[in-house]
C-alpha cells in the first residue's frame, strides 16, 4: 500500500489526525516533523533551533534547559548557584545571595557595610573603612594611631598607648601618676598633687609655701626663706 506521496506506507490508522502515532500521509508521527505527537511532544515546530519557542528535542524551552530563551540572561543547564549563571537563569552579580566561587569572598545579598559582608562582597575587616558594628568600634581606613581611630580600629581614648594629637599631652598606658605621664594622659608637673619619682620630693597640689611642701614641690627647710 503507497501513501498519498507514492511512497510506501511506514504506518495506517485510517484518520485524518496529525497528531497521534501515524500521520495522515502515513508516516511515523516523530519529532521535527512539524506535527505535534500528543501525550509524547509538547511541542514540533520542525527546526532545529533551540532559541524559539520549541527546543529541537520537542519540549518546552524553560529555564534549566541549557540553552538561553527570551527573557533568560543565561542557561546553563545546571541547578549550581555558585558559577556565573544562577539557577533562575539571571547572570550572577554581587548581592544577589550567592558567593560565586573564585571571584566573591561572601554575598549576604545586602547593601549593608555594617555587617561582616561588604556590598562589594569582600568580607569586612579592619581598615576597609566601614564599621563593623558589634565587632569594631570605629574604622578610618588608616594606620594612623594619633587620630580617633586606632589602627586596631577601637575607638582612641587615655590608656591606650597612644597620643590622641590635640587631645593628649602623653599616654603611657599605664595607671601610675608617679612617673612623666598621669594617667588622665597629661605631663607630670610640679603642682599636680602627684609625686613624680626621682624628680620631686613632694608635691602636695598647691601654691602655699607655709606647708611641708613648697610650691616648687621642695620640702620646706629651716633656712630655705
Known sequence: VNAPDGKAEACDDGNASDNDACTVACKINICGD?????????????????????LSTCKLPTCGDG????GEQC????????????NTCLNATCGDGFVQAGKETCDDGNKSNS????????AASCGDGFTWLGVEGCDDANKDDSDACLSSCKVASCGDGFVQAGKEACDDANKDNTDGCLNSCVKAS???????AGVEP???????????C??????NVCGDG
Not at 512539524?34 to 520549541?54: F, R
Not at 613632694?202 to 611641708?212: M, S, T, V
Open 34 to 54: 512539524g506535527l505535534k505527537l500528543i501525550g509524547v511532544e509538547a511541542c514540533d515546530d520542525g527546526n532545529q533551533d533551540d532559541s524559539d519557542g520549541c
Open 67 to 70: 540553552v538561553v530563551q527570551a
Open 75 to 86: 542557561d546553563d543547564g545546571n541547578k549550581s548557584n555558585t558559577d556565573g549563571c544562577l
Open 115 to 122: 555587617d561582616n559582608c561588604l556590598n562589594t562582597c569582600a
Open 190 to 196: 610640679c603642682g599636680d598633687g602627684f609625686v613624680q
Open 202 to 212: 613632694c608635691d602636695d597640689g598647691n601654691a602655699n609655701n607655709n606647708d611641708a
Open 214 to 219: 613648697l610650691g616648687t614641690c621642695k620640702l
